[in-house]
């Protein structure tokens, strides 16, 4: 059975998430890091065409400019999260699965 989630804290100050596994795991995650890995449809094509152009540079909004926060995050079933981030944007589900490859383990969090 794979790992799940038991423990989410915001590190405050880090710009960054913290989530405890079932197996004793503890991951650290960057806000941007999270953003850059959404694996909604939208984003995916968003990433498909600055590969396929990489000399065109996008054109942010001014909300999109600023750093990203996690605003809200919410179970999606038994297997995912839903991450709402500051600049809006919400429609990707993040699964256990893939949150176990993103993040860097750490041993402990202040």
């Known amino acids: 059975m ?6 989410l804290k915001k590190l ?3 710009n960054a998430l913290l989530i405890g596994w079932d197996d004793g795991q503890r991951r650290r995650y960057s806000y941007a890091e ?10 995916r094509n968003e990433k ?3 590969a396929a152009d990489p000399v065109k540079l996008p054109i942010l909004t001014p909300l999109e400019a600023r750093p990203v926060q996690v605003d809200k995050m919410s179970l999606a079933g038994n297997y995912a999260y839903r991450i709402t981030f ?8 993040f699964t256990f699965e893939h949150l ?3 993040g860097e383990v750490v041993d402990s969090i202040e």
Do not use: Y
């Open 12 to 14: 405050e100050g880090e």
């Open 34 to 43: 999270l953003r850059k890995a959404c694996p909604c449809v939208t984003c």
């Open 100 to 102: 176990r490859e993103l």
């Open 48 to 50: 498909k065409q600055a």
């Open 86 to 93: 500051s600049d809006g944007h919400n429609t990707g589900l």
């Open 2 to 7: 794979d790992p799940t989630p038991i423990e």
